[in-house]
Nanobody, 115 residues
């Protein structure tokens, strides 16, 4: 059974940085695309960043140049380095793994950016 556990969320001031981590278990992991999504209060969940098995990345326009997604297949982990944080980045951040067409989600980690 695939399980994803996020960590690293916190309260931070605007302009600050955070690094989110997601640890996977129960999956081959290395051959699948993984990503980060976020959901702000009253809004739909949205894609933040994806990274494929070959290391190709894709970012939402709103985070390009500020966020960096990376993965460590040996540790079955994916990371999101977030710099120059803005209040609009406030949301619950979720790790996602797409395994053979099935989407798996973590429980989420709260990121709050104060102005």
């Amino acid at each position: 059974q695939v399980q994803l556990v996020e960590s690293g969320g916190a309260l931070v001031q605007a302009g600050g940085s955070l690094r989110l981590s997601c640890a996977a278990s129960g999956s081959i992991f290395s051959i699948f695309t993984v990503g980060w999504y976020r959901q702000a209060p009253g809004k739909q969940r949205e894609l933040v960043a994806l990274i494929t098995s070959t290391g190709n990345t894709n970012y939402a326009d709103s985070v390009k140049g500020r966020f960096t997604i990376s993965r460590d297949n040996a540790k079955k982990a994916v990371y999101l380095q977030m710099n120059s944080l803005k209040p609009d980045d406030t949301a619950v951040y979720y790790c996602n793994l797409n395994e053979w067409g099935n989407n798996y989600w973590g429980q989420g980690t709260q990121v709050t950016v104060s102005s």
